[in-house]
């Protein structure tokens, strides 16, 4: 499956085997195997920088970047785990700004994998405990963390070093591990996931968020009490509104005119805004207006409505735009109709998953289209042609790959590439964009 990858180097390589063949044992959910690896390990979460934890549906990997770049711009030395990769495991592990170097991740991976061998833990476990190990060993000012999966039993909650916590966007997504039947928690599948998300929230640690529908914003204000923790919530205690050229911020500290983000997509202001909000409702890192400002302008974030450059793939689309985004659920369906409502008519490409919705991207522009070609997600069961077609009145093509149906396009019109990371991954590596 490709979310192992492969390396061009064998020490690596021989690790990654391994990983591939980790499981979740069905039905296990909670912390005790990530802290018993931990342990086992000298507990290096408890040493690691000063750090940032954002979870969240959509956005959290761009606030990352936010606060990445804002960090950096401010002179520090910033550890920062993200995920998935899009072309190279080493993208998970960035280690004082640059990729985890492969003799060192496969250094660490392997320890780590001895170490817990009899654990039977999980690949997400066995990446986390390896970033951990990476960001104690490696001398850093700070680490920004994003959640892969929930919150509440995802690895990285068991962060001991957080000054402060985000919750980007919320909604529907994972459904099968995020709304399971269990006893005790929120029945509404929004609340849940408002619950699972919030309970990254750490005693004394600010928990900052977007704003979110009454009833969601109630299950995560009742969340973060229950954990002890001040909840900063957008449009109460935190107000921020993109306009024509600027972001305009404020809170208790005062207001600050931002620039908009260099990033494609109106939402990239609200997390951009998120961002901020972390850096100024804790008292541990001391980040500049202007580093905020800096930041903003210079984040990159891969596969989010990414301009694609010339290239190998996009050299077959002649003079036309090539468009990629790794969006696969309803939310990042609207966030793309909004990005694209004044533009052109386009040519959408898309490999989905089979366990999402097929109409959360199609729907929301489908009267955008110029067509509609279907090509795999690389490595997994996805979505068929006529699974797209119930959601489009176009004519659904089906191609063995992206070249393929880039190839029969005809000669007007913009290119969207769109429905999976992993298949955003793939065009990434096959125009030679390799995420740095």
Same mark, same amino acid.
Request: overall charge negative; hydrophobic content about 45%; aromatic content about 6%.
């Given at each position: 499956?490709?979310?192992?990858?492969?390396?061009?180097?064998?020490?690596?390589?021989?690790? #990654?085997?391994?990983?591939?063949?980790?499981?979740?044992?069905?039905?296990? &959910?909670?912390? =005790?195997?990530?802290? =018993?690896?931990?342990?086992?390990?000298?507990?290096?979460?408890?040493? *690691?920088?000063?750090?940032?934890?954002?979870?969240?549906?959509?956005?959290?990997?761009?606030?990352?970047?936010?606060?990445?770049?804002?960090?950096?711009?401010?002179?520090?030395?910033?550890?920062?785990?993200?995920?998935?990769?899009?072309?190279?495991?080493?993208?998970?592990?960035?280690?004082?700004?640059?990729? /985890?170097?492969?003799?060192?991740?496969?250094?660490?991976?392997?320890?780590?994998?001895?170490?817990?061998?009899?654990?039977?833990?999980?690949? &997400?476990?066995?990446?986390?405990?390896?970033?951990?190990?990476?960001? +104690?060993?490696?001398?850093?000012?700070?680490?920004? @963390?994003?959640?892969?999966?929930?919150?509440?039993?995802?690895?990285?909650?068991?962060?001991?070093?957080?000054?402060?916590?985000?919750?980007?966007?919320?909604? @529907?997504?994972?459904?099968?591990?995020?709304?399971?039947?269990?006893?005790?928690?929120?029945?509404?599948?929004?609340?849940?996931?408002?619950?699972?998300?919030?309970?990254?929230?750490?005693?004394?640690?600010?928990?900052?968020?977007?704003?979110?529908?009454?009833?969601?914003?109630?299950?995560?204000?009742?969340?973060?009490?229950?954990?002890?923790?001040?909840?900063?919530?957008?449009?109460?205690?935190?107000?921020?509104?993109?306009?024509?050229?600027?972001?305009?911020?404020?809170?208790?500290?005062?207001?600050?005119?931002?620039?908009?983000?260099?990033?494609?997509?109106?939402?990239?202001?609200?997390?951009?805004?998120?961002?901020?909000?972390?850096?100024?409702?804790?008292?541990?890192?001391?980040?500049?207006?202007?580093?905020? +400002?800096?930041? /903003?302008?210079?984040?990159?974030?891969?596969?989010? #409505?990414?301009?694609?450059?010339?290239?190998?793939?996009?050299?077959?689309?002649?003079?036309?735009?090539?468009?990629?985004?790794?969006?696969?659920?309803?939310?990042?369906?609207?966030?793309?109709?909004?990005?694209?409502?004044?533009?052109?008519?386009?040519?959408?490409? *898309?490999?989905?998953?089979?366990?999402?919705?097929?109409?959360?991207?199609?729907?929301? /522009?489908?009267?955008?289209?110029?067509?509609?070609?279907?090509?795999?997600?690389?490595?997994?069961? +996805?979505?068929?042609? =006529?699974?797209?077609?119930?959601?489009?009145?176009?004519?659904?093509?089906?191609?063995?790959?992206?070249?393929?149906?880039?190839?029969?396009?005809?000669?007007?019109?913009?290119?969207?590439?769109?429905?999976?990371?992993?298949?955003?991954?793939?065009?990434?590596? #096959?125009?030679?964009?390799?995420?740095?």
């Amino acid at each position: 499956m490709r979310d192992f990858a492969t390396s061009d180097n064998p020490a690596v390589q021989t690790q #990654l085997d391994r990983l591939a063949a980790l499981s979740l044992p069905q039905g296990r &959910f909670g912390l =005790e195997t990530i802290r =018993e690896l931990l342990n086992r390990l000298g507990n290096p979460q408890a040493s *690691i920088p000063p750090a940032f934890h954002v979870a969240g549906t959509n956005g959290k990997g761009s606030t990352c970047a936010y606060l990445r770049a804002m960090l950096e711009a401010q002179g520090l030395r910033v550890h920062t785990a993200t995920k998935p990769h899009l072309v190279r495991y080493n993208e998970r592990i960035r280690l004082a700004g640059e990729l /985890i170097s492969d003799d060192l991740l496969a250094q660490l991976l392997a320890e780590v994998l001895d170490v817990g061998a009899d654990l039977n833990p999980s690949f &997400f476990e066995v990446t986390t405990a390896a970033m951990f190990l990476a960001f +104690a060993r490696v001398p850093a000012d700070v680490c920004v @963390i994003e959640v892969g999966l929930g919150g509440r039993f995802d690895a990285t909650n068991v962060l001991e070093t957080a000054v402060a916590c985000g919750i980007a966007t919320l909604g @529907i997504d994972h459904e099968a591990f995020l709304l399971r039947e269990e006893e005790g928690v929120p029945q509404d599948p929004l609340a849940k996931i408002a619950f699972e998300k919030a309970s990254i929230a750490q005693d004394g640690v600010p928990l900052v968020t977007q704003t979110y529908p009454r009833e969601v914003a109630a299950e995560v204000a009742r969340t973060a009490t229950a954990h002890g923790a001040p909840l900063i919530m957008r449009g109460a205690d935190w107000w921020a509104k993109p306009s024509e050229g600027a972001i305009t911020y404020r809170d208790r500290h005062g207001e600050l005119i931002l620039p908009l983000p260099t990033l494609a997509g109106a939402h990239q202001a609200d997390n951009a805004a998120l961002a901020v909000a972390m850096l100024r409702h804790q008292n541990v890192i001391a980040v500049s207006e202007e580093a905020m +400002a800096e930041g /903003i302008s210079s984040a990159r974030w891969p596969a989010r #409505l990414q301009l694609l450059g010339a290239g190998p793939l996009t050299a077959q689309a002649g003079s036309r735009k090539v468009w990629l985004d790794g969006g696969h659920n309803p939310d990042a369906g609207l966030a793309i109709a909004r990005h694209f409502a004044e533009a052109e008519p386009f040519h959408l490409i *898309i490999g989905m998953l089979a366990n999402k919705d097929a109409g959360a991207i199609v729907g929301p /522009i489908r009267d955008h289209l110029l067509s509609v070609s279907v090509v795999p997600a690389p490595g997994h069961e +996805a979505h068929p042609p =006529e699974e797209f077609a119930a959601h489009t009145d176009l004519p659904v093509h089906s191609f063995a790959n992206v070249e393929a149906a880039l190839s029969a396009l005809p000669p007007a019109g913009d290119v969207l590439i769109a429905g999976s990371l992993y298949l955003a991954g793939e065009v990434l590596r #096959l125009n030679q964009e390799i995420p740095d």
